[in-house]
T-cell receptor, first 113, second 111 residues
Framework: SQQGEEDPQALSIQEGENATMNCSYKTSINNLQWYRQNSGRGLVHLILIRSNEREKHSGRLRVTLDTSKKSSSLLITASRAADTASYFCATAPIASSASKIIFGSGTRLSIRP | DVKVTQSSRYLVKRTGEKVFLECVQDMDHENMFWYRQDPGLGLRLIYFSYDVKMKEKGDIPEGYSVSREKKERFSLILESASTNQTSMYLC??????????FGSGTRLTVV
């Protein structure tokens, strides 16, 4: 079963605009992670936010976590063509093995030049 | 740079063949994982291993087995390949931190 569900499934924006993707999950978590996948490639770890954190920044990335709503958002500011990729959230449920995380289905982001 | 290397980017095999997908990591990570990725279904965990010779089933282990004889190598085995195993296979590893490091993937086609 899907723990994390991203929204929207696909997003197309103009270069320079900000992109916001959302993730909802069902069970209590230890942490939530965001990954990027370029077409036909493996996933790259972007950022991790722990359950006791509300916001985290890394360069042009900003992640928020609302454990009361069981949701997270990933904001990419000043988007670039190279940001075109699929973005996945992944959750580490408290009840699960410490090593296992569960991926959502992803958001496909397209940046128009 | 830390690395997870999958032996093949593209593979074409015949139905009924035994298929080996190899994954090697150079980070001395304890945990290794095999996922398959299909359109609309996201990443689904097939098997994972938290130590040498240790393995646990993931969400979709049927038709697959794994081997971890050495810490750096985690092999996925398709005992008798079938067309519904045509997919992108992704290997990942994780050390003491929480983030996963993924390989570039193997796109397997079973004909």
């Amino acid at each position: 079963s899907q723990q994390g569900e991203e929204d929207p499934q696909a997003l197309s924006i103009q270069e320079g605009e900000n992109a916001t993707m959302n993730c909802s999950y069902k069970t209590s978590i230890n942490n939530l992670q965001w990954y990027r996948q370029n077409s036909g490639r493996g996933l790259v770890h972007l950022i991790l936010i722990r359950s006791n954190e509300r916001e985290k920044h890394s360069g042009r990335l900003r992640v928020t976590l609302d454990t009361s709503k069981k949701s997270s958002s990933l904001l990419i500011t000043a988007s670039r063509a190279a940001d075109t990729a699929s973005y996945f959230c992944a959750t580490a449920p408290i009840a699960s093995s410490a090593s296992k995380i569960i991926f959502g289905s992803g958001t496909r982001l397209s940046i128009r030049p | 740079d830390v690395k997870v290397t999958q032996s093949s980017r593209y593979l074409v095999k015949r139905t009924g063949e035994k298929v080996f997908l190899e994954c090697v990591q150079d980070m001395d990570h304890e945990n290794m994982f095999w996922y398959r990725q299909d359109p609309g279904l996201g990443l689904r965990l097939i098997y994972f291993s938290y130590d040498v010779k240790m393995k646990e089933k993931g969400d979709i282990p049927e038709g697959y087995s794994v081997s971890r004889e050495k810490k750096e190598r985690f092999s996925l085995i398709l005992e008798s390949a079938s067309t519904n195993q045509t997919s992108m296979y992704l290997c990942a590893s994780r050390g003491q931190g929480y983030g996963y490091t993924f390989g570039s993937g193997t796109r397997l086609t079973v004909v």
